[in-house]
Structures are given as structure tokens and as C-alpha cells.
């Protein structure tokens, strides 16, 4: 069963909103990727871990299968990057990388975190 598109969508803003709020605050900080790589680039796992993580946990079925489309999404909407010249051809796909990593410990520690309804432990 396919995800709502709405439901994807938000959930693609949210990520994408905590992973740009993340990088205006270390900007701000004065940590960027030329001059504190490995920070900037904790910072936006972190963020976008905990976005997926979020995401994961108001979906209530299909959770691997709503943040696959979540990733895949957020993913794409990133071509938007490419287009504009913000980021080469080769990073946008290196990032890809990044964004399955980040779906992948978001969606873990939410199914950690919220154990599937429909599971009920025989007796």
C-alpha cells in the first residue's frame, strides 16, 4: 500500500525544514563545510536523523515503506540544488548516501521507540 502523498510531502518539509534550520544555526555559529567539515556534516545527520525519526513515529502503518518515499522525495526536491547551481551533479547524488543513512537511524530508533500497534504477544 502506497503512502498518502500528503503524508510524504509533510513529512519531506519536516526533515528538510530541521536539516536547513540546522545549517543557518551552525552557519551562524560559524562552523561550515570549509571550515569544521566533520561538525557540518553532524550536524546534518543529526538533524535529519531526527526528522526521519519524527516522521516515523506519527506514522502509525507501512513505516519503512512511508520513509522510503520520504527519503526518495527529499532526495529529489534536493535536484532543486543542482538546478540552481548550489551543488554539482556528483554531491547531489553523494548525498543520496547521506539521506538513506539518515532514513535508515530515524527509521530504526522510531521502531524502537513505537512498537508496532497491530502486535499483540500471545499469552
Known amino acids: 500500500m502506497t503512502p498518502r502523498p500528503y503524508a510524504v510531502l509533510r513529512d519531506a518539509g519536516l526533515v528538510y525544514g530541521l536539516t536547513f534550520a540546522a545549517g543557518i544555526g ?7 563545510l570549509h571550515s569544521h567539515p566533520a561538525s557540518a556534516y553532524l550536524a546534518n545527520l543529526l538533524s535529519g536523523t531526527f526528522g526521519f525519526l519524527v516522521s516515523g513515529i506519527r506514522t502509525t ?9 520520504v527519503a526518495a522525495t527529499l532526495w529529489t526536491s ?26 535508515a537511524l530515524g527509521g530504526s530508533l522510531s521502531m524502537l521507540l513505537t512498537p508496532r500497534a497491530s502486535f499483540h504477544r500471545p499469552r
Not at 61 to 69: F, K, M, P
Not at 84 to 89: I, P, R, V
Open 78 to 103: 534536493s535536484l532543486l540544488n543542482v538546478a540552481l547551481h548550489l551543488q554539482s551533479t556528483a554531491s547531489w547524488i553523494h548525498s543520496g548516501l547521506t539521506i538513506i543513512l539518515m532514513a
Open 61 to 69: 502503518s507501512n513505516r519503512v515503506e512511508h520513509l522510503a518515499w
Open 26 to 32: 551552525m552557519a551562524l555559529l560559524g562552523v561550515t
